[in-house]
């Protein structure tokens, strides 16, 4: 069986590792980025840079995009010389930008006009997931697209879950920023009572990080807030868009969403502080701030 000819919209951070690691596993790509250079990075014989992404979906049977908000994957799929211009009939559109769950919808209804099919399959991971092939993948669509697109998951991805339809992998990559960002709250208080009470917050880590309170926030983020790293692994100002998206959807939902209400708070007082472009793990500054520390 002939595998099938890949596309690739958006080489920004995540997407020009995960088009290398479906390159690296014999995927004949078709690729496309706004911003010129980024596409010459992807070296090989079986790597063709289109000039647009309906370019792409003209070369392509399965199309990705990963690009920025709901607005960027609107431009490039319904936009002029958007993929929808050039996809064919039977060909699947997997959208992995974290964007809205409504609007993936919406993108769906356009494509099945066309005869063919959406899968959002948002990621997490960040950076150094998507330059292993270890990312964790959240798949909503026709389960028959899902089969079809899973070698190519695998390519790029460790933890790859079949959620339902269209829509559910954006609503359980909100799930997932729930629960990362309240619990970067708790480490953030965490970390900063120790170091009020006069311990030393790395030996603390280092005792909890084991038992019950263990997490990926706090044996990650908890000692870059100690060594004073505020460097982004996962922006703020990323964040607080996927936070948008998460309070949106609450109120659609009617979901009493206090705590990830406060950390979006919280956020934009660092954002206010000009840590937007700093990690996650800057919110330790806003609750030291409001703890004199
Ligand atoms: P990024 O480095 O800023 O890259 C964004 C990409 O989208 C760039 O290729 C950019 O093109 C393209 N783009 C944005 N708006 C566009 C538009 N209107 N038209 C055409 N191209 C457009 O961002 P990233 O970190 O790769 O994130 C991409 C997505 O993955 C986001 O939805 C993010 O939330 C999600 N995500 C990121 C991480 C992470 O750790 N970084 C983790 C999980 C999920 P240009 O080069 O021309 O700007």
């Keep these: 069986m002939t595998k099938d000819k890949v596309g690739f919209v958006g080489l920004g951070i995540m997407g020009l590792p995960m088009a290398a690691n479906l390159a690296k596993a014999g995927f004949e790509l078709t690729v496309y980025n706004r911003t010129p250079g980024r596409a010459e990075q992807l070296e090989g014989p079986t790597i063709r840079i289109a000039q647009s992404p309906a370019e792409v979906a003209e070369a392509s049977d399965i199309i990705i995009t990963i690009v920025s908000d709901s607005p960027d994957v609107e ?76 070698p190519l998951f695998e390519a790029m991805g460790k933890t790859i879950t079949y959620c339902g339809p269209v829509g559910n992998g954006q609503l359980t990559k909100l799930c997932n920023q729930v629960l990362v960002s309240v619990n970067l709250l708790a480490v953030s208080e965490a970390v900063t009572f120790a170091r009020k009470n006069g311990l030393d917050p790395a030996t603390m880590i280092q005792a909890v990080a084991g038992g019950a309170a263990g997490s990926w926030q706090l044996s990650n983020l908890g000692p870059k807030i100690v060594d004073r790293d505020f460097a982004p692994g996962f922006m703020i100002d990323l964040m607080q868009k996927d936070l948008r998206l998460v309070l949106e959807a609450g109120d659609q939902a009617g979901v009493a969403l206090a705590a990830a209400g406060l950390v979006h708070q919280f956020f934009n007082s660092a954002q206010a502080a000009g840590d937007g472009r700093a990690g996650t793990q800057a919110l330790a500054k806003v609750i030291e701030k409001l703890s004199a520390v």
């Design 75 to 150: 431009a490039v799929v319904l936009g002029p010389n958007g993929v929808i211009e050039g996809i064919r009939p039977g060909s699947i559109l997997v959208d992995m930008s974290t964007i809205s769950p409504a609007v993936e919808r919406r993108i769906d209804q356009e494509l099945q006009g066309k005869s063919c099919s959406l899968v959002d399959a948002p990621v997490s991971g960040g950076d150094i997931g998507a330059i292993k092939g270890t990312l964790a993948i959240m798949a909503g669509g026709e389960r028959k697209s899902f089969e079809r697109v899973l």
